[in-house]
């Protein structure tokens, strides 16, 4: 259920990529998340910040010791990945809303794909990316293949390899919101909500994702700022692993969470 109104009316919402479907085991239940972003709204204001957390990142898994973030999905499910980002953030998690490759590409298509603009030449074997540094247009497939393309230098904005990834699903997440005319469309429409039910897990319940989106037709790209955790890759063990900065982490959050 969507949060009560209060004196700072915001919401946090986790929303994961599973790497489950097109034929693969797992399913949005106990799959690997492989996507993890964390978004902050501010329902008075319309502003926000997407967080992306590195689905390596080695974190305390509340009741499994440590390991890396993604594996929570995959020990406890939706549950537990929600407890690993609150360990890891402090904020309390809303809501979440999974999806996994099945899911995503036809919710895509659904919006009417998304624009995006791409900062490096990207050509991937491995996820089926092939695009030119600029501004492209692209269907569910092509956004799915662009969110899981991790192999690449980075444009200069972040890191390479999936932290470039992780911020290019991120993009993508906020570029569907500042969709206006899309969203415009829909807004009033029951049916996009069954839509989207259909594709995705959510806790969210109907009449909760009607009140949201008015909110969300009335939020700009350029009110959601995008940023990482501190983070940066290690070997922990035999593991290859990402560690984050604690402290800078934190007050990271804690600046959020004042929004």
């Not at 890891?88 to 036809?106: A, C, K, Q, R, V």
């Not at 009033?188 to 995705?200: D, E, W």
Request: hydrophobic share 40%.
């Amino acid at each position: 259920k969507v949060k009560e109104k209060d004196e700072n009316s915001s919401i946090n919402i986790l929303i994961m990529g599973d790497d489950s479907g097109m034929g693969r085991p797992g399913g949005r239940v106990n799959g690997r998340s492989d996507i993890i972003i964390l978004v902050h709204l501010n329902l008075d204001t319309c502003k926000g910040t997407a967080v992306t957390i590195p689905r390596d990142t080695w974190v305390t898994i509340p009741g499994h010791g440590e390991g890396k973030i993604n594996g929570a999905h995959a020990i406890g499910g939706n549950e537990l990945a929600v407890k690993a980002v609150e360990e890891l953030s402090g904020l309390e998690i809303h809501n979440y809303i999974i999806t996994d490759f099945d899911g995503f590409i036809p919710l895509i298509d659904f919006l009417g794909g998304v624009t995006v603009e791409v900062g490096e030449d990207l050509a991937d074997g491995f996820s089926g990316c092939y695009l030119t540094k600029g501004v492209h247009h692209l269907n569910g497939e092509q956004a799915l293949a662009l969110s899981r393309n991790r192999h690449r230098s980075g444009d200069g904005s972040t890191q390479s390899g999936a932290f470039a990834r992780e911020r290019e699903a991120a993009k993508i997440i906020v570029a569907l919101i500042d969709q206006k005319t899309t969203f415009e469309r829909i807004v009033a429409l029951p049916v996009f909500v069954n839509f989207m039910l259909n594709y995705t897990w959510t806790d969210l319940r109907f009449a909760d994702i009607i009140k949201l989106l008015p909110v969300l037709g009335r939020i700009k790209a350029s009110d959601i700022e995008i940023v990482g955790i501190p983070s940066w890759p290690a070997t922990i063990g035999n593991a290859s692993a990402v560690k984050y900065d604690e402290e800078a982490t934190a007050e990271l959050f804690e600046e959020i969470k004042n929004q």
